[in-house]
């Protein structure tokens, strides 16, 4: 083989099947950043570094984020923008996530078929989208009030592969022929599919969306709602109760306004909302309902039931923190497994496929926080926001953490601000009202504003990654255009309650 042959040959194998354009720009970043560190200095090369990993996030459905992602963070390593060391510090501080990821997901994997049967039924008892939508944002907030959203947003993509599977099963049986035979060819018939797949896919979305705003509606409003939750509470010593008095003033109205918001989009149709259910999917999804329901053997309901008594486990497990939510992961694979009679090593290491990409690619991220946090790219704008006073200080400080949410991680971001004012407060630059008005904007600031793109939510980006993502044609561009009513009602009532409420 020649040297040509054998250079096309690695060209070819590079990132796969992504696109030659987006090959030729991932090495274009690999070239540029060296030049930049030399010339700029690490500062500006910082920020390049992030926007190169967004938009590595933004073509997640040309190639997955890892790839590009992790050949970025490694050149970060490697030109001393970052050190090995930083990285496996921000992984060990972010240790109970990993341990979600790998468990809790999976334990998710074992509960689909009941997951399944519930949404079924919900689906077909509820015709009206606005209520079905309503119904799936106001159960994310309720449940990721008191679980984690990752959790939530596991169940939610659960479901939205199983109804997937559902429709690709029986339509490539061709269940939609039936009606389309008497009014046109064969490519009526196609025709006829593919725009009730379309919408199909535009349904599905529109559901997962309004689940996954709905984890941070219900996220920002309790002690363990949300990662940094818990650690402004514990900076601030507040318990569970004043942590929902202290934010309430903040968090109830963007909640009102969230579920309104929801109500607004499935009745105006905007920003890729209002689909509802082919009327052809859902004859398929009643008569496998019946059918599933005919056949269903006693083994069937009593792995049914299996599931059902260990989701009330998890509930009360998550709900009470009686041990950290990745061993209660642990512990439902294990139960779920055991009384289901799944023994086999091959059925249990399918549960794992859908976790263990995004918990690398997770870790790949905290190389590009340990970029963040060793080159002091945030140092500027934090000065800048300490140095106001007064209401316009604390107002700032919500709009600051919510910028450098939508960018960087919302629980890295709260951790930089928290430890500052905390630190201003013990060197009596603040007194301790101030220091509590600040604290309230900094939680806010780095929940809500975040969700306008998937960088900025653990949940989003896992829902953007997930293999249910390229399935219904979830893209980081179409996930920002229906986040963003959401991002502006929220983040414009938040603002204004941080403001009247200072």
Known sequence: MDQSTMSRAFAGNFLGNAPLWYKKTIIGFLILNPILLFTIGPFVTGWF???????????????????????????????????????????????EVILLL?????????????????????????????????????????????????????????????FYSVYHRVAS??????????????QQVKENARAD?????????????????GTALGGVCTLVGEPQNLLIAE??????????????????????????????????????????????????????????????????I??????????????????????????IGLTIIVLQTALNGVVEEHRIGHAFEEALPFTALLVVFFA???????????????????ALEGQFRTLMFFVANGLLSVISDNVFVATVYINEVKAAFDAGNLTREELEHLAVAINTGTNIPSVGTPNGQAAFLFLLTSALAPLIRLS????????LPYTVSMSTVAMLAVWLFD
């Not at 797949?197 to 705003?213: W, Y």
């Not at 109830?252 to 905007?270: D, F, Q, R, S, Y």
């Not at 008594?309 to 998550?318: E, H, N, R, Y």
Request: glycine share 8%; proline share 3%.
């Open 49 to 95: 570094l992030i926007a190169e990993f967004i938009f590595t996030l933004a073509m997640a459905l040309k190639c997955y984020p890892l790839q590009p992602g992790g050949l970025l963070a490694i050149e970060a390593i490697v030109i001393g923008m970052a050190s090995p060391e930083a990285v496996y510090l921000e992984a060990k501080n972010n240790f």
């Open 102 to 162: 790998v468990f809790m997901v999976a334990g998710i994997y074992f509960m689909k078929s009941l997951l399944l049967f519930i949404f079924t039924k919900l689906l077909l008892k509820i015709r009206s989208k606005v209520m079905l939508s309503l119904m799936f944002s106001a159960m994310a907030a309720m449940l990721s009030a008191f679980l984690d959203a990752l959790t939530v947003t596991a169940v939610l993509i659960a479901v939205g592969v199983g």
């Open 173 to 186: 049986g061709g269940h939609f022929s039936h009606s389309d035979h008497d009014h046109g060819d064969d």
């Open 197 to 213: 797949l379309d919408q199909f896919r535009a349904f599905l979305r529109s559901l997962l969306m309004h689940g996954a705003v």
């Open 235 to 300: 900076k601030m010593g507040w318990d569970f109760i004043h942590f929902i008095q202290v934010m309430s003033p903040v968090t109830m109205p963007t909640l009102a306004i969230g579920l309104i918001t929801c109500i607004l989009l499935e009745v105006t149709g905007k920003f890729g909302y209002g689909a509802t259910l082919p009327q052809s999917v859902r004859s398929v999804l009643v008569e496998y309902d019946a059918e599933q329901d005919k056949v269903r053997s006693k083994a069937d």
């Open 302 to 327: 009593a792995t049914l039931i299996v599931q059902g008594l260990v989701g009330v486990f998890l509930v009360i497990g998550l709900a009470t923190h009686i041990a950290p939510v990745g061993l």
């Open 368 to 386: 590009i926080v340990g970029v963040i946090h060793e080159q002091h790219l945030f140092k500027p704008i934090i000065e800048h926001v300490l």
């Open 476 to 483: 980081y561009g179409r996930m920002v255009v229906m986040a």
